[in-house]
């Protein structure tokens, strides 16, 4: 057992999340812009690759379901839980396509696509992302690193400036959770 390493993580850990107090005007608009188009009735799409989609679907989970406080269920779905339109997409456009095809035919104007990126410089999510811009639709990115491709393609990105991905897919989860928070605040009154 390697007690140095345990404490060399925890250090690395603290460190990373005291770093994020850098990015609160970038979490808090998002915040804002998260509530407003929950507000407006339109829906939330999410999409990320492996830690980053299981990322997702716990965040549409606590837009559907709900987080802390009772509250009414917020339309919100993450792209990667399809595996039918997944492997056929996949299949017959190529993996580069999985989700832009999806925000195609699931988006709308208004609504809200938040991408999950560790290294910001996903061929799949950087696709996902412009079509959703063309589409009217609202963009979200949580990157890390210095934000790569999508930094520049997101409206609102939010970078966790680390190296490490299991230090930002930590602050994500934390980021994440600060968000369904900031959503069960905006609520007035519990679910009928």
């Known amino acids: 057992m390697n007690t140095q390493l ?5 250090s690395e850990h603290i460190d990373c999340f005291q770093a994020l107090k850098h990015s609160a005007p970038e979490i808090l608009r998002a915040a804002r812009e998260l509530t407003a188009t929950i507000a407006s009735g339109k829906k939330i799409l999410i999409c990320g690759n492996g830690g980053s989609a299981a990322d997702a ?5 606590e837009l559907v379901g709900r987080f802390e406080k009772e ?4 339309p919100a779905l993450a792209l990667t839980t399809d595996s039918s339109a997944l492997t056929a997409i996949g299949n017959d456009y190529g993996f ?7 925000v195609e035919g699931l ?5 809200m696509l938040i991408v ?4 910001g410089n996903s061929p799949n999510i950087l696709k996902a992302v412009r079509k959703a811009a063309s589409m009217g639709m609202q963009t979200i990115g949580l990157l890390g690193r210095d934000g790569g491709g999508l930094k520049g393609e997101v409206g609102c990105p939010v970078i966790v400036p680390h190296v490490r ?3 930002i897919q930590e602050a994500h989860g934390f980021i994440l959770h600060f968000w369904a928070c900031c959503v069960d605040e905006a609520v007035k009154a519990p679910a009928a």
């Open 165 to 167: 991905t299991a230090r």
């Open 57 to 61: 679907q716990h965040f549409a989970a």
């Open 6 to 10: 345990f404490f060399d993580q925890i």
């Open 116 to 119: 999950i990126s560790t290294s």
């Open 96 to 102: 580069d396509r999985v989700f832009s095809r999806q």
């Open 71 to 74: 509250r009414a269920s917020y």
């Open 107 to 111: 988006g709308r104007k208004g609504d």
